[in-house]
């Protein structure tokens, strides 16, 4: 082929490589995505609501790397050969959107987000100037000013970030920046020992957010909980203040709207109060708990967040908008997250440009390339509505009601608390044990109940379900609702498989 190239009039050979025409068989590469599209159909889409199939197709680490054949070489594959590798991924991969998939705090397909998904990958846009991404710079802007509405507040600010860990990273460096504006110039050196607040049943990424900003994980007070998981007010009170006679500088409260485990909110209202005493930014993780602001029912949960400074909020969790679709919206309408951020790259963010440069947002975000993300919950929004996001929120919290109210008919489940949430937290206690006396053996035991019987469900691919130990609780199942392809039938399912799974133990 280079031959017949180099004979060719007009051939040009630079270094020994030929210029003349594309290097890329267009045909071949247009077949393979048809070819795979038509298999991510088949076998994702078509099957996602099957619960027929396995969620997952368990194997060991290292039989796994035998079947997929990892191993990268000098010359390329062939169709075919790809074509079954492309099946393998899929074959062997959890499938999330399985109905009986309720591992982590998201799950499900929803339809119009993955057409944003294809469209998106197919343009590879990066969101940070109007010139190169237009649209999606556009959609970001009125998907955010939705959302603020939705917080209750007349204007603001946001951007989209890739997960709800950078959105409190960036919250918490944001409060910094307004506590004191000559660190984003001076650094650290000659700053006040800065500590911030936040309860003890907050997102592991407070503590990541504090030693990646150099603000030390030892200036992180957690404050004591409620029996529910909720901040107690009080509390915080009493550390700001002891804070204070320390000659410390508080300057960030952090309130979790939706805990990972137990799904608690906290009392924002009391909180704010606080914060607004002691001049403090309050931030609002609600990543999981936000969308619940879309429900006329249960927005109360989230009562007192309008008086938030930041918040942190992830469609891609309970409304299905597809990882990762994660917001951090602001209060302040001034340009502070740009004041915050900007670099201002002269040779990205020219000011003389021919068109309004106030869309050339890339400036306020500690990221160059960055997803257009919103655009996935733009279609899904539009094609919704506000009322049929609504309606998720209400139907996945209905079903958890309804499981909550079939553990308490069966023997064996035992409830931790009453959730407010689509958090469901119990024990289920084998026959063995129910005659066992309430001490350290039976808590010991019960403690080995919840992997036994997580291994068994992998292994047979029938469900997936989270468990975990908590604030001196032994391991106990935490099941959340959030898939629209979720069914009553599936709730009584989860329960009749544990008692399957565990009948010998």
Request: aromatic fraction near 10%.
């Amino acid at each position: 082929c280079k031959q017949e190239m180099l004979q060719k009039k007009n051939a040009v050979l630079v270094d020994g490589v030929i210029l003349n025409g594309p290097i890329m068989d267009s045909k071949a590469g247009e077949k393979f995505v048809e070819d795979v599209c038509k298999l991510i159909m088949e076998e994702v889409v078509q099957k996602a609501d099957d619960v027929t199939q396995k969620v997952c197709e368990w194997q060991a680490p290292e039989t796994l790397k035998q079947i997929l054949d990892l191993e990268m070489r000098d010359t390329g594959e062939c169709h075919q050969k790809l074509l079954k590798l492309c099946r393998d991924v899929i074959q062997y991969s959890v499938k999330t959107s399985h109905p009986r998939f309720f591992n982590q705090l998201y799950a499900g397909i929803d339809y119009y987000s993955l057409a944003a998904r294809f469209i998106t990958e197919g343009l590879n846009p990066s969101v940070y100037t109007y010139e190169v991404s237009p649209v999606f710079l556009l959609v970001e802007e009125a998907v955010i000013k939705k959302m603020i509405e939705f917080i209750g507040w007349e204007e603001g600010d946001g951007i989209f970030n890739p997960g709800g860990s950078v959105s409190n990273m960036y919250a918490m460096n944001l409060a910094r920046y307004k506590f004191c504006p000559e660190i984003k110039e001076k650094g650290l050196a000659g700053l006040p020992r800065l500590v911030l607040f936040t309860s003890e049943e907050c997102h592991y990424s407070m503590k990541k957010a504090a030693s990646f900003l150099g603000i030390g994980t030892e200036n992180v007070y957690f404050i004591r909980t409620d029996e529910r998981g909720k901040m107690i007010p009080e509390e915080l009170e009493k550390q700001v203040q002891r804070a204070r006679k320390e000659g410390l500088a508080p300057f960030l409260v952090c309130a979790t709207a939706g805990t990972t485990v137990l799904g608690a909110f906290d009392p924002l209202d009391k909180i704010a109060d606080i914060c607004e005493k002691h001049g403090l930014w309050l931030h609002v993780d609600a990543s999981w708990g936000g969308s619940a602001l879309i429900s006329r029912k249960h927005c109360r949960l989230l009562h007192g967040i309008h008086r938030a400074d930041s918040v942190a909020w992830n469609p891609h969790k309970m409304l299905l908008a597809g990882i990762q679709c994660c917001a951090l919206l602001v209060k302040d309408n001034s340009g502070l997250l740009k004041k915050c951020y900007s670099a201002e790259a002269a040779y990205l963010f020219q000011q003389d440009k021919f068109y309004d440069v106030s869309y050339d947002t890339g400036d306020k975000s500690i990221q160059c390339s960055r997803r257009p993300d919103a655009f996935k919950f733009w279609l899904m929004w539009k094609a919704l509505g506000t009322t049929g996001l609504e309606e998720r929120v209400n139907r996945a919290l209905a079903l958890a009601r309804y499981l909550v109210e079939e553990i308490k008919k069966r023997e064996g489940f035992q409830l931790l608390l009453e959730p407010e949430y689509a958090n469901v937290c119990f024990w289920y206690i084998p026959p063995s044990l129910r005659k066992i006396e309430d001490g350290p053996e039976f808590w010991q035991k019960l403690h080995q109940v919840a992997p036994i019987i997580k291994e068994r469900m992998m292994k047979k691919g029938s469900m997936m379900l989270g468990y975990q130990p908590h604030q001196g609780k032994v391991n106990f199942f935490r099941q959340v609702v959030i898939s629209p392809q979720v069914s009553r039938e599936d709730m009584d399912f989860l329960l009749d498989e544990i008692e399957l799974l565990a009948k010998d133990l």
